[in-house]
C-alpha cells in the first residue's frame, strides 16, 4: 500500500504542498453503513494556503447515490489591475496639422549657427528635443487599451 502513495508523497514533499482541509472533517458517507469516513484531501501550495478563508464539506448538500460530500472551499484572492499609461498612437495623427506645428515650435528656435562647444552643442540638442516633445504631446492621439488586455 505504501508503495502505491509514494508517488504521490514525492510530489506533495516537492512542490511543498499543504492541507487546506483541516482534520478530522469527514468527506464521504457510506451508502451501506452510513458511516462517515475521511477519505479526500484538499491539498494547495504553502503560499496560497493562507488565500482560503474556509474549506468544508456540507452534508445538507450530499447528492442523492452518491457516497462523497462536496467541499465547499473559500479564497480571498485579490486580482491585481494593471495600469496601462496612454500611448501616442501614430497611425491616427494628422500629419498636416503636426507639421503645421512642429514648424511653428521650431520657428521659435533661434537661428542656426556653428557649434563650436559641446555644451553649445548640448543646448541646441536640448531645444530642439523640447520642440519635438511638445509637438507630439500637442498633436498625438493616444490610444485607449482595453483593461482586459495582459
Not at 24 to 47: G, H, Q, R
Not at 122 to 127: D, G, I, V
Request: proline share 7%; net charge negative.
Amino acid at each position: 500500500m505504501l508503495e502505491a502513495t509514494q508517488p504521490l508523497l514525492n510530489m506533495i514533499a516537492r512542490y511543498d504542498m499543504k492541507m487546506a482541509l483541516p482534520k478530522d472533517i469527514p468527506t464521504l458517507e457510506a451508502c451501506s453503513t452510513k458511516n462517515y469516513m475521511w477519505v479526500n484531501n484538499v491539498f494547495c501550495s504553502a503560499t496560497l494556503l493562507d488565500a482560503f478563508v474556509t474549506c468544508d464539506t456540507d452534508p445538507q448538500q450530499h447528492p442523492q447515490k452518491t457516497d462523497h460530500m462536496p467541499i465547499l472551499s473559500q479564497l480571498e484572492i485579490t486580482v491585481n489591475c494593471m495600469n496601462f499609461k496612454a500611448k501616442f498612437n501614430y497611425k491616427l495623427t494628422d500629419w498636416e496639422e503636426f507639421c503645421k506645428t512642429l514648424g511653428t515650435n521650431l520657428a521659435a528656435l533661434p537661428e542656426p549657427e556653428e557649434l563650436t562647444t559641446a555644451v553649445q552643442f548640448h543646448a541646441m540638442l536640448e531645444q530642439l528635443d523640447c520642440a519635438i516633445k511638445a509637438t507630439i504631446t500637442k498633436e498625438e492621439p493616444r490610444t485607449k487599451p482595453s483593461p482586459y488586455s495582459k
